[in-house]
């Protein structure tokens, strides 16, 4: 993949576990017509440094998961399709690294579509304050997708599990919920748990790489990309960054307990949608209950959706009863409904706090088709969500407040 003569020219590195791979760094910023380098010398050893880093722990914990037929999810041996060394096209480098101040954002995943994998993009300011979106960029890379909440969601959870103290978009080092309760509580004051309840989470599934992230917040409400709009605001497309992050993380960590959420339902779930260079698919709906089912037990995206807003109206509105504040319900239509419902009664019987009254006028009944519930069966959750519903939500910071999106 590498040879000497090839590393012994400027800006090019040998990366990767094994250092079988070759990355080549561009620092070109420009002024008119004149050309200089936008970071310091020792600013690009840092940067090659974090690099390479951070690689060989996206490289490790892709290599780590596995999916429903026990396959990890990238092969630590293929990283990517071996690079030509012979004939009349000889890429010197599988990475194509760019900083600059010419790009606003970070961008690999629209690259990777439009078939120029290991085309990276990162502004130079955010290289230069260390906040360089570097681990997010390599899951578009290594483990691209062709349904951009997934995608997104993925690189979004990663960079943040990995390595959390880095500060970069969207969270900043924020929990992802709390960029969702900041949104919400400035955004839809009267009522922030109703906006929740309202996310079109259906739509913003069937969303394809390299579409831009869009989520209607019921009827009217629409944030993030819009039509003639090129340059939808930042805080709605950061916004959108965070609930798919989060979304993610509650599939990976199984915070309720829950037997069908593990690593290796969504590896088989995010393998089923491959980006294809130039081709739009963001995958067949049906494709979460066959993925998510086990025991003659099946969950549809629409119902993982319902979790997922369950466990975050216990999370962000907890501390309403926890400081003696008013009661804050989930709107009647989705209290009534059974998946949410039972994990609203299983997180109020793990933690002792009943944040949300569950407003149910009917007995939830037992869907005739399986004999029980989904949720019947389901153990107890985990010791880390009872210590995140203790905590008290952090409130907005500088660093949340900031507006440079990737891609």
């Known amino acids: 993949m590498w040879s000497g003569e ?17 990355a080549s760094f561009d620092f070109g910023g420009r002024t008119g017509r004149h050309s200089y380098p936008c970071v310091s010398p020792v600013q690009q050893i840092k940067f090659q440094e974090d690099f390479k880093e951070q690689l060989e722990s996206v490289q490790a914990e892709l290599s780590a998961y596995r999916d429903r037929d026990n396959n ?23 990475f194509h690294i760019f900083v600059s101040e010419a790009y ?45 909440m997934l995608a997104e969601g993925l690189a979004v959870y990663l960079q943040y599990k990995l390595f959390p103290k880095i500060p970069v978009y969207p969270n900043f080092g924020d929990r992802l919920e ?43 409400a629409v944030i993030g990309a819009k039509p003639g709009d090129p340059d939808p605001p930042p805080g709605e497309v950061k916004m959108i960054y ?5 979304l993610v993380e509650f599939l990976l960590e199984n915070l309720i307990g829950d037997d069908l959420l593990t690593e290796k339902n969504f590896g088989t779930l995010y393998k089923s949608t491959p980006l294809r260079p130039l081709e739009r698919d963001s995958g067949d709906p049906d494709r979460w209950r066959a993925c998510y089912q ?23 509105f907890s501390q309403s009863v926890a400081e003696g504040k008013a009661k804050i319900p989930i709107p009647r239509q989705y209290a009534e409904i059974p998946v949410v419902a039972m994990l609203h009664k299983k997180l109020n019987d ?12 009917t007995k939830a009944k037992t869907p005739a088709t399986t004999g029980r519930h989904p949720m019947e069966h389901r153990v107890s959750a985990p010791r880390a969500l009872a210590n ?20």
């Not at 004051?189 to 917040?217: C, F, G, H, V, Y």
């Not at 793990?350 to 006028?361: C, D, E, K, Q």
């Not at 995140?388 to 891609?407: D, F, H, L, N, Q």
């Open 350 to 361: 793990m933690t002792g706090l009943r944040s949300v009254p569950a407003g149910m006028r």
């Open 72 to 94: 990890v999810w990238l092969s630590p041996d293929a990283l990517l399709p071996p690079r030509a060394t012979l004939g009349p096209y000889r890429p010197r480098s599988d």
């Open 242 to 246: 965070a609930v798919a992050g989060s």
């Open 388 to 407: 995140r519903i203790g905590e008290k939500t952090p409130t907005r910071t500088a660093k949340t407040g900031k507006s440079v999106y990737v891609a």
């Open 294 to 316: 086990a025991d003659g037990i099946s969950y549809s995206f629409t119902e993982l959706g319902l979790l997922w807003k369950t466990y975050m109206h216990f999370i962000l």
């Open 178 to 220: 709390t960029v969702v309760a900041d949104f919400l509580r400035t955004n839809f004051k009267d009522s922030p748990q109703r906006a929740l309840w309202d996310m079109d989470l259906d739509a913003l599934e069937k969303i394809s790489t390299p579409d831009k992230l869009s989520l209607r917040i019921g009827r009217d």
């Open 104 to 148: 606003p954002r970070s961008k690999a995943l629209v690259p990777a579509w439009l078939g120029q994998r290991g085309w990276m993009e990162f502004p130079a300011h955010r290289v230069v304050a260390g906040e360089a979106s570097i681990a997010h960029e390599l899951v578009h890379v290594l483990f691209p997708n062709g349904n951009r």
């Open 6 to 22: 090839e590393c012994a020219t400027p800006g090019i590195v040998r990366v990767g576990k094994a250092g079988d791979l070759v």
